[in-house]
């Protein structure tokens, strides 16, 4: 597997609490992205980044925020979870050049009572 | 933006016959297609894609095939056995500027009866 790691790898909080799930990698790739995976659903994008400090919205982005302050690590906050965001965040990093393919982590379930 | 649809949602075979998974997507100018293989509690892996520059990929068992002209593409997979039971996930991007979005299907669970 590529190097990606996510942390924490299971999180359960209640409704309005600040969530922040962190990927890490160590490939130098310049572009990451969140997806959530909700059975029915596939994976959708809520955010991807192309380099630091630069971040665009995904298909998915209401309730979500993301940062990232470095190349390896690609931060999504939410503000202030709500049920809804219930789910598993994948976390993925992109090749370089012209070709797309997309590796990802290990995931986080995240549970929002 | 775009949509990709998959078919069918679940879909069952003898160990050793043949398995086919079916994606359409809705914008021409998508010129990546990528299948993903995502086993219980695992993280989806990467098993084959194709450019839009080609008709057909193989390799080994499993080959994937792209009709431009009628937006569609498929994955498919010979002489099954029990490992190929997982969900299958098809997705298409369009490979142009800093945008590279994948748009996934909402994929396929196979299961490979022994």
């Known amino acids: 597997d590529a190097g990606i790691t996510q942390s924490p790898r299971h999180k359960v909080t209640e409704t309005g609490t600040p969530v922040t799930l962190r990927c890490h990698q160590t490939e130098n790739h310049r572009y990451m992205y969140w997806y959530r995976q909700d059975p029915g659903h596939g994976l959708r994008l809520i955010h991807y980044s192309y380099g630091v400090k630069d971040t665009d919205k995904g298909e998915v982005s209401d309730g979500y925020s993301v940062s990232r302050s470095k190349t390896e690590d690609f931060l999504l906050t939410l503000e202030s979870a709500t049920s809804s965001q219930t789910s598993v965040y994948f976390c993925a990093i992109g090749g370089q050049g012209a070709y797309n393919e997309q590796f990802f982590g290990p995931g986080t379930r995240l549970t929002v009572l | 933006g775009e949509n990709v649809e998959q078919h069918p949602s679940t879909l069952s075979v003898q160990e050793g016959d043949s398995a086919v998974i079916k994606c359409t997507y809705s914008?021409?100018?998508?010129?990546?297609f990528p299948w993903y293989k995502q086993e219980l509690g695992k993280r989806p892996q990467l098993i084959i894609d194709i450019r839009s520059n080609v008709g057909e990929k193989k390799d080994q068992r499993i080959a994937v095939t792209l009709n431009k002209t009628a937006k569609h593409f498929s994955l498919h997979i010979t002489e099954t056995q029990p490992e190929d039971s997982a969900v299958y996930f098809c997705?298409?991007?369009?490979?142009?500027?800093?945008?590279?979005?994948?748009?996934f299907g909402s994929g396929t669970q196979l299961t490979v009866l022994p």
């Open positions: 997705a298409a991007a369009i490979s142009s500027g800093s945008a590279r979005q994948l748009t």
């Open positions: 914008d021409s100018a998508s010129n990546y």
